[in-house]
């Protein structure tokens, strides 16, 4: 059940941090859906080419291969602000007040605890691909077309890294919202009831589907 | 303790986190990191002094997956099948084929749910989303079944079940999660969706006339276009036929005996064709963007569990679960059919509870292989097999019955998320409204599942084709 | 003494000597020190050597053509047309270069100490279409070959087409490639076989090199016993690997005949004329190119060059 929710906004400190920080995970989300369309022109490059003038694109599954960590992991941050990765919350949507907080509190920490050894060891996994003294830096590179690997590789614990800033934010958002038993806090997603979320998620859609057409 | 048992243990913990509220791929990748810290921890004999050591060597292990996992081509089908579906929504398409199968079949007794039923399979091809396809056509076809005194139910309910089409017909995300876990061959899966896709549309659609003949009251034919309107209305329903053409012929082309091209080729050109529709369309920089970056938010929380229950993955392999359970499968004394349907009824009470995506990724690396050995192993040949197939007809198979299983739990209370999202778009239907609308069709598709456990050549007759 | 062993794939003639190993060394210390073979459970393909440098697993196989810039120095062996006609050549030479200080070197960057190879038949290709027997007519031939041999048949106006090994059948059979190179084992898991309508036997464009390593400080950490067991069981183990893939080549002429290929032999002058402008650039620029990051490699070349006349006398 996707828990897709809303985010509240004020004056304070930490809605304004989480405003900033949105604003690069959105620039990092446009990325990645950027990076899909490339996905596209590859292939329109690649069929194009083998099929007017014999000449496909060289390495186009390396080149695949490169693009998809840009896709996959730029906008992760991005989804965790609007609590957009999937969970079951037929038991935490049950809970209220301070309970909820609490528990959302653990949560937030447990990814964070993990997310900070993923940067660790999907930095090292980046490290053991790099060599300063090596050509193009590359001590790893694809099977076709030899491109270094160490660029895609470094995007995961970039990425990771901005995730743990943004769990950090949460962690502050629920923190406080548990000790001053707030019912709406800033800076951290709430859970919409099944329905709402819903219609949320159904606005949209249409709203997309409509928004083009000339009738 | 044996690995067997840490593998246990940690897969329990994993569960109590899911049903606990924790975002599936996390919990699925700290069960996995423990889990591996556990087992190196195990092997260096708990030594006090070893731990950091079984902890580095536990993350740098964990920390390989994401990237590793996530840089494969195949995955590459995943953003490409929903860039396609959210230009889809922007080039107007999906109003379009509504508007058309209304005026060429909606003649039919129940004909409006008829046109929806076929207009949502038709917008399947080239979606791979089941909900987005429900929310879509519960804003266009519910009202117009409505304003010719439709059941509201029933209305509800036709949309509601008509969405699970999208994950079946191709393009189909969960598919092609399918085949990555199970590291068969994506273009074959797809192809073998096409026709129990096109199967369930027609058990829907005989369903449907079926009510409509008997309760006369609850659904209407529209009669009256005129052959021209009909013709008129089929240019802006082209393109999604074009589509299908495209990415069906880059699988395997039923034309002649030579396909186009790879899927991935398939895929992106598809999506290439929809959107110069949509700039065609009218489609602005703006809109463009949004799509883009919906297509960016769902995709990657598709890979975020990947990669997190890939993890957890790891992490079984290091303790050998799968290999064990298999084991316990096949030394059970039960036909390997009876164990089969255990295991479609053990999915269809997860499915309530659980995301089909989540449901499959958490459990097809046990199951899957336990699977396979119940038909006599990935190279078992038909005639020595359990089911009547060989190893690869068999994964093909399981997959598609694994993954109607997890559509059917779309329209299940007491969690059926496309009911959900149908009772969500109208405010005058609540969600028992819909979840009793979509009772029949809850009934039609277990008659569907029951049909592709005994005539397995219904999903194994197109990919045999190919090869 | 457990070990735990990464490869991949299915359990095939490509992993026969690491599950003969696997056996001799068990018998040879009475179940004392085991290795636990695992297919694909513990690490991806590409990513072997980062397990085997964490020490995630004690043992494991990768091909050296994956990864170019992991593992420079044995890339010599990829180099195309090096001369290489059996499995037995192809043992002698492998062994020779992965004893070579700078091999061993080059490995130790991941703390890996080479084993023993996985002898791979030359990449001959099958095609569809009419056989090519002639230099000019693979001028705008579209095959699917990686690295090293794709660099071959693109310096002839081949046309190297990127696709993965899976999606090479469908590859084959859509024209996006004209033809494919593989070695026997993997025409037949792919199916490309099943496609083509050409084999060339005597093409010999080269292979890919593919190593069994072990984990350095596993190793050492063994007890003489165990690593007396260990060393002692790499030649029988590869004479198990010889045996079986060799009764998989001699079954090959009649997959050939069963399925209706047509084996193409290509003539000296025109496989001399194909060494000319193919083997020789690619070999100058990978000699300097190495040369340049402080690799001896005009020495490794020649040693695999003095290994080949010496395993012929
Ligand atoms: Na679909
Ligand atoms: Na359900």
Redesign the pocket.
């Known amino acids: 059940m996707a828990s897709s929710a809303a985010v509240l906004e004020d004056g304070s400190l930490l809605s304004r941090l989480d405003g900033q920080l949105l604003r690069l995970e959105q620039l990092l989300a446009l990325v990645s859906g950027l990076a899909v369309f490339s996905l596209m022109v590859l292939a329109v490059v690649s069929v194009g080419g083998r099929n007017t003038v014999n000449a496909p694109l060289p390495g186009y599954v390396d080149w695949i291969e490169q693009v998809m960590p840009l896709i996959a992991f730029m906008g992760i941050s991005y989804v965790q602000r609007d609590g957009g990765h999937i969970r079951m919350d037929i038991l935490i949507g049950s809970l209220r007040g301070r309970a909820l907080w609490l528990f959302e509190l653990i949560s937030v920490l447990i990814i964070l605890l993990l997310m900070m050894a993923l940067v660790y060891g999907s930095w090292s996994h980046f490290d053991r691909s790099f060599d300063f003294a090596a050509p193009l830096w590359s001590r790893d590179s694809s099977i076709d077309i030899s491109l270094p690997i160490w660029p895609a590789k470094l995007l995961v614990p970039v990425a990771f890294s901005v995730l743990c800033l943004r769990l950090v934010l949460q962690a502050w958002g629920y923190g406080r919202a548990m000790i001053l038993g707030l019912k709406h806090p800033v800076a951290v997603p709430l859970i919409q009831s099944a329905a709402a979320q819903a219609a949320a998620e159904a606005e949209q859609l249409s709203e997309a589907g409509n928004g083009a057409q000339k009738d | 303790m044996e690995p067997i048992d840490i593998g246990l243990w940690v897969t329990g913990f994993m569960l109590v986190m899911v049903v606990a509220g924790m975002r599936v791929a996390f919990a699925a990748a700290s069960a996995g990191l423990i889990g591996l810290i556990w087992i190196f921890w195990a092997k260096f004999g708990y030594a006090p002094d070893k731990f950091t050591k079984a902890l580095t060597v536990s993350i740098k292990v964990a920390g390989q997956v994401p990237h590793s996992k996530v840089s494969s081509q195949a995955l590459s089908l995943i953003p490409t099948?929903i860039l396609i579906g959210y230009l889809a929504y922007y080039a107007g398409l999906t109003k379009a084929l509504f508007e058309a199968a209304k005026r060429w079949i909606a003649w039919l007794p129940g004909g409006l749910a008829v046109s929806t039923v076929f207009a949502t399979a038709g917008f399947?091809?080239?979606?791979?989303?089941s909900v987005a396809t429900s929310a879509v056509f519960a804003r266009i076809a519910i009202p117009e079944m409505l304003a010719i005194g439709y059941n509201k139910q029933f209305a509800a309910g036709v949309v509601a079940a008509a969405g699970t089409?999208?994950?079946?017909?191709?393009?189909?995300a969960i598919l092609v999660i399918y085949a990555i876990i199970v590291e068969q061959d994506v273009g074959k899966l797809l192809l073998a969706?096409f026709i129990p896709?096109a199967f369930s549309a027609i058990v829907y659609v005989t369903l449907i006339v079926g009510i409509a003949v008997f309760f006369k009251n609850v659904g209407p034919p529209v009669t009256g276009f005129t052959w021209r309107q009909r013709f008129e209305a089929l240019p802006a329903a082209l393109p999604i036929i074009f589509v299908v053409v495209i990415i069906i012929c880059f699988v395997y082309n039923p034309f002649g005996d030579e396909a186009w091209g790879t899927p991935t080729e398939g895929g992106a050109l598809g999506a290439f064709v929809v959107f110069c529709m949509a700039i065609y369309n009218g489609m602005k920089w703006e809109q463009l963007k949004s799509a883009l970056l919906e297509t960016a938010k769902l995709t990657v929380m598709i890979f975020t569990i990947i990669w997190g229950v890939l993890i957890y993955v790891r992490f079984l392999g290091f303790a050998d679960l799968p290999g064990a359970f298999s084991d316990w499968i096949t030394s059970l004394e039960m036909s390997p059919m009876l164990i089969l349907v255990c295991i479609l009824l053990a999915y269809a009470v997860l499915g309530m509870f659980m995301d089909a995506i989540g449901m499959l990724l958490l459990t097809l690396p046990v199951v899957y292989p336990a699977v396979m050995a119940l038909n006599g192993g990935e190279s078992v040949a038909a005639a020595d097999s359990a089911f009547g197939m060989s190893g690869t007809m068999c994964a093909i198979w399981f997959g598609i019955l694994v993954v109607k299983m997890a559509e059917f739990c779309l329209i299940t209370p007491p969690i059926g998320l496309n009911c959900f999202v149908v009772a969500g778009v109208r405010d005058d239907l609540t969600v028992q409204d819909v979840f009793r609308g979509v009772m029949p069709f809850f009934i039609a598709d277990g008659v569907t599942i029951a049909l592709l456990v005994a005539f397995p050549s219904i999903v194994l007759y197109l990919p045999s084709l190919a090869g | 003494t457990e070990w735990n062993v990464s490869v991949w794939g299915k359990r095939r003639a490509f992993t026969e000597h690491v599950e003969r190993l696997a056996e001799l060394v068990s018998e040879k210390t009475n179940g004392e020190f085991t290795l636990n073979i695992s297919y694909g459970g513990l690490s991806k393909n590409k990513e072997n050597l980062d397990g085997i440098s964490i020490g995630a697993f004690e043992m494991a196989q990768f091909c050296a053509g994956y990864h170019r810039d992991k593992n420079p120095t044995i890339t010599v062996l990829e180099l195309p047309f090096l001369g290489v006609n059996t499995l037995a050549e192809e043992v002698a030479v492998s062994h020779a270069v992965y004893a070579h200080p700078a091999v061993q070197a080059d490995l130790a960057r991941w703390n890996a100490k080479l084993l023993m190879t996985s002898p791979m038949p030359q990449y001959n290709i099958v095609g569809t279409g009419e056989p090519r027997d002639e230099l000019a007519e693979f001028k705008d031939m579209r095959v699917r070959a990686t690295g090293g041999i794709g660099k071959a048949f693109s310096s002839v106006g081949a046309v190297p087409t990127s696709v993965t090994a899976t999606e090479a059948y469908n590859a084959m059979e859509s024209g996006v490639v004209d033809t494919v190179a593989f070695a026997q084992h993997a025409h037949l898991a792919f199916g490309t076989i099943n496609r083509a309508e050409w084999w060339t036997a005597n093409l010999n464009p080269g292979t890919v090199n593919c190593p069994v390593v072990v984990n350095t400080d596993a190793y050492d950490m063994l007890s003489d016993s165990e690593r007396e067991a260990l060393d002692s069981s790499v030649g029988e183990a590869i004479d198990h690997y010889l045996a079986n893939y060799g009764a998989l080549l001699s079954k090959w002429d009649d997959v050939l005949v069963e399925k209706g290929v047509t084996k193409v032999e290509i003539s000296e002058s025109e496989l001399a004329e194909f060494r000319k402008v193919a083997a020789d650039p690619i070999r100058e620029a990978w000699i300097a190119d190495m040369t340049a990051q402080g690799i001896p490699a005009q020495e490794l070349y020649d040693l695999v060059m003095d290994t080949l006349a010496d395993q012929r006398k």
């Open positions: 099948f399947a091809a080239v979606s791979g989303a089409l999208a994950s079946l017909i191709p393009p189909s969706g896709g």
